[in-house]
């Protein structure tokens, strides 16, 4: 026996080079866990302390059995034992790494019984007290919180490397790649309530204690597990069994229960609004906790600043934004946190679709906007006391002043998500959304399927790529310097518009900019046209007199750009004046003359019409151009004289 367990040792030992997953990596394990089964004894509340407490993984191995592995942080691991047969056969475990790795974990080894395919029940006895994650200047989130005699779990951390802090009450491997069932009792002092996630199942209740039972069959995350213990004789719980086919109940304070009940007056009306919007709600029920940190997502159970609640601020934008993440992240769930845009982009942007609800088109447009200028104004500006760095969405750069949750992945996120729905259109990016929810229910998803389906959906591929690449994968916005030539047509004025990016390479350049331009005059005329160039010439006709040129004021689009200054608009000389630049003849086919005045200071560029440059003209006077290869279409040459006011002349190409 005794051999055996040596050589078991032995062989096990040489797999340590099998990794867990990274937070922001994930790394496929020869197991996969179905379900979480576990008792905990919160019996010293309020001390944040667990009497003997066990959690029991039940896992498949899905390759040649191998480790087990869980995280467990801050608490005593008093056994390990393999269910098997009514009995429960000791085994041997090793932590991985230490506690201030990202990746410190628990392994324990397969018994040469196991085969692949088979399952597994591995029970963990435990015991301790529960912490949060490590307080960075004063602030511990993540993880198990003491408020007054108020006992709490929140599912992630903003500063730990870890991310992911269930594995501050709960043995479990805690990454969002596996996600399984879960029934979790929870005994507490006669006194305390348990709120939790999942359906809630009547348990016979001891002279010294009561037992909480919840569980859910549909898969969960870890990091969304949560449990609140609440002295009975502070909380209001109210319920809504006839709203919606499903039940909400609130966990409120006592002392805020009617203003609760105000702030939370339109939720059934939040619920059929997104359901409207991204298909039926996909769980058992709709909970909120009350809770003085928060807010997170928790399944079902989510976790709510009381002081919001407190507020009765019936929009509640911020309840929405978690409501909305029970599709975003918790029924879809990323493969790893370096999609957690995924989740915060589409949850606060969900905020603006609440407003829409509410308020119409202007009221959504007016939410993005908002983001959109807390992002430029304040996250993204360096100097201001709240800048986090100029960061991707995509697997964003974590060290100080970012974190786990930097803004980047909310408001930039939101706005990215509007210009994508202004760019493909209502049907397309609604049907994306709820192409992503079908599909990969109850399951994970990462960016390149994300990226796939949008392209197979709208058939745009090298739009969604460009599109994902610039704002998703790569950081930073455009600035734009827009200046225009405005003159009359036969359909009242035409602009021709010279648009050029102007921020460093380092921060993109943008081909897939959904830009509102407004003509401002007596009659606003609102057009929206798509950047697709550094630089580019883009001739609107139709429009009415207009004295100012402004982006983001229409009624349609709200983008993420800067204007590097206000946008000019030269009106063009009445006829029979000498132009400065002019060219000739029009339409041409062989050769066009280009006459450069004195007036002109630095080259003449010359633009296809998609914006590429094709030719630098230097030098006053008159230049015969050979156009012989030259596509068919319109050309722009384009030029700023001494006072730097812009001159464009226009030609055409016939083939
Ligand atoms: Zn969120």
């Known amino acids: 026996m005794r051999l ?66 869980f995280h467990l942080r801050g608490l005593e691991v008093l056994r390990c034992e393999y269910l098997q047969d009514d009995r429960a056969l000791p085994v041997s475990w090793q932590t991985r790494g230490t506690p201030t790795d990202a ?27 529960m912490t949060g994650e490590p307080s960075v200047g004063g602030v511990s989130w993540g993880g198990v919180q003491r408020e007054g005699a108020i006992v709490y779990a929140l599912g992630v951390g903003f500063y730990n490397n ?74 209001a719980i109210l319920r809504d069994e006839a709203s919606l086919p499903y039940p909400i109940v609130l966990y409120a304070r006592r002392v805020d229960s009617t203003a ?75 493969l790893d946190f370096r999609d957690a845009w995924f989740n915060e982009s589409f949850a606060t942007f969900a905020e603006s679709l609440w407003r829409e609800e509410l308020g119409g088109t202007s009221a959504y447009l007016q939410e993005q906007q908002r983001k959109i200028n807390a992002y430029l104004n304040q996250y993204a500006k360096p100097g201001n006391p709240l800048f986090e760095g100029i960061l991707t969405m995509y697997d964003f750069d974590r060290t100080p002043p970012s974190s786990n949750y930097p803004h980047v992945i909310y408001e930039k996120g939101a706005a990215v998500l509007g210009m994508l729905r202004a760019a493909i259109g209502d049907s397309l990016f609604f049907a994306w959304c709820r ?19 949008l392209s197979q959906l709208t058939g745009q591929h090298d739009f969604v790529t460009r599109f994902f690449s ?67 010439t883009v001739v609107l006709d139709s429009l009415n007199t207009f004295g100012t040129i402004a982006v983001n004021i229409g009624p349609r689009v709200r983008s993420l750009v800067q204007l ?10 009445s006829e029979g004046a000498i132009l400065p630049l002019q060219v000739f003849p ?33 030098g006053t006077g008159v230049h015969a151009l050979s156009t012989q290869d030259l596509a068919a279409g319109t050309y722009y040459a384009v030029a700023r004289d001494r006072a730097h006011r812009l001159h464009i002349a226009a030609f055409v190409v016939l083939r």
């Open 4 to 69: 055996v367990w040596g050589l078991l040792l032995l062989g096990w030992c040489s797999n340590w080079a099998q990794e867990i997953s990274w937070p922001t990596r994930f790394i496929e394990q020869p197991f996969d866990v179905l379900e979480y089964r576990a008792f905990l004894a919160l019996d010293s509340l309020p001390a944040p302390v667990l009497g003997e407490s066990a959690c029991t993984i039940v896992a498949r191995w899905r390759g040649a059995p191998d480790t087990l592995r």
């Open 260 to 334: 609760t009940r105000r702030s939370f007056r339109l939720l059934p009306q939040m619920v059929t609004a997104f359901e409207r919007r991204f298909g039926a709600y996909p769980f058992e029920k709709v909970g909120y906790v009350m809770t003085q940190k928060g807010a997170m997502e928790h399944q079902t159970m989510i976790s709510y600043p009381a002081s919001l609640a407190r507020s009765g601020d019936t929009v509640n934008l911020v309840a929405a934004h978690e409501l909305a993440h029970q599709w975003f992240g918790d029924c879809v769930t990323p």
């Open 564 to 573: 590097a200054q206000a946008p000019t608009v030269t009106e063009v000389r």
């Open 162 to 235: 870890y991310v992911s802090a269930t594995q501050h009450w709960l043995p479990c491997y805690d990454h969002p790649s596996d996600k399984a069932r879960f029934d979790l009792t929870f005994r507490v002092p006669r006194s305390y309530i348990v709120a939790s996630g999942g359906q809630e199942f009547p348990v016979r209740d001891s002279a010294q204690w009561r037992l909480f039972r919840f569980r859910s069959d549909y898969p969960a995350a870890t990091y969304l597990l949560t449990f609140a213990a609440i002295p009975e004789s502070t909380v």
């Open 435 to 453: 192409m992503v929810l079908e599909r990969y229910r109850y399951g994970n998803i990462a960016l390149d399927t994300l990226e796939q389906l």
């Open 470 to 536: 610039e704002w998703i994968r790569g950081k930073g916005w455009p600035v734009l310097a827009i200046d225009a030539l405005s003159e009359p047509s036969a359909f009242g004025r035409i602009a021709t518009l010279h648009i050029r990016q102007t921020q460093p390479d380092s921060l993109g350049i943008y081909t897939t900019l959904p830009l509102e331009l407004s003509f401002i005059g007596a009659d606003t005329v609102h057009r929206i046209v798509t950047i697709t160039a550094r630089e580019q």
């Open 103 to 129: 990746t410190f974990h628990y392994a324990v080894p397969a018994l040469p019984s196991h085969h692949e395919g088979d399952t597994v029940a591995l029970r963990i006895t435990f015991r301790g007290t």
């Open 586 to 618: 029009n339409p041409t086919s062989e050769t066009v003359m280009l006459s450069i005045s004195s007036e002109i200071a630095g080259p003449v560029m010359l633009y296809d019409a998609r914006g590429s440059c094709i030719w630098h003209v230097g």
